[in-house]
């Protein structure tokens, strides 16, 4: 009997999603939630991205590496990730996997993670604004 996908939630908030585990992801499951985040992004143009684990007990490198792979793509698309929630033993576990999660920020809970977005995404149009200036002053000096 092949194993159900699970489809994991995606809320917007804001400029966000949101996409809160609550199960462990089976590698099919976990691709589909992959899938389903990046068309979500593309479908509502959304700035930032936030991965909430508080409910994951345990990770292993494939999802690991899905939540890095995730972070990289979503970036190419224009929004920032952020990840929330993640307990002691995921940390730990992440380390000693040797998985650098380049691209990922961390926030303590969802909460924070939302503060950190807003952030991050002013920082981004203030720079995007900045560089909008520049050009124009180039371009009509």
């Given at each position: 009997?092949a194993?159900?996908?699970?489809?994991?939630?995606?809320?917007?908030?804001?400029?966000?999603?949101?996409?809160?585990?609550?199960?462990?992801?089976?590698d099919?499951?976990?691709?589909?939630f992959?899938?389903?985040?990046?068309q979500?992004?593309?479908?509502?143009?959304?700035?930032g991205?936030?991965?909430?684990?508080?409910?994951?007990?345990?990770?292993?490198?494939f999802i690991g590496?899905?939540?890095?792979?995730?972070?990289?793509?979503?970036?190419?698309?224009?929004?920032r990730?952020?990840?929330t929630?993640?307990q002691?033993?995921?940390?730990?576990?992440?380390?000693?996997?040797?998985?650098?999660?380049?691209g990922?920020?961390?926030?303590?809970?969802?909460e924070?993670?939302?503060?950190?977005?807003r952030?991050?995404?002013?920082q981004d149009?203030?720079?995007e604004?900045?560089?909008?200036?520049?050009?124009?002053?180039?371009?009509?000096?």
């Amino acid at each position: 009997m092949a194993s159900e996908i699970i489809r994991i939630p995606i809320l917007q908030i804001e400029d966000f999603l949101v996409a809160s585990i609550q199960v462990a992801l089976h590698d099919r499951s976990a691709v589909q939630f992959r899938d389903d985040l990046l068309q979500r992004i593309y479908e509502t143009k959304a700035k930032g991205l936030i991965i909430d684990l508080t409910a994951v007990d345990i990770v292993d490198s494939f999802i690991g590496r899905l939540i890095g792979d995730v972070a990289e793509m979503a970036a190419l698309m224009g929004a920032r990730v952020v990840v929330t929630g993640l307990q002691p033993a995921v940390a730990i576990t992440l380390t000693e996997l040797g998985l650098e999660l380049s691209g990922v920020i961390t926030a303590l809970n969802l909460e924070k993670g939302i503060a950190t977005l807003r952030r991050l995404v002013r920082q981004d149009e203030e720079e995007e604004g900045t560089r909008d200036a520049r050009r124009a002053h180039d371009l009509y000096p």
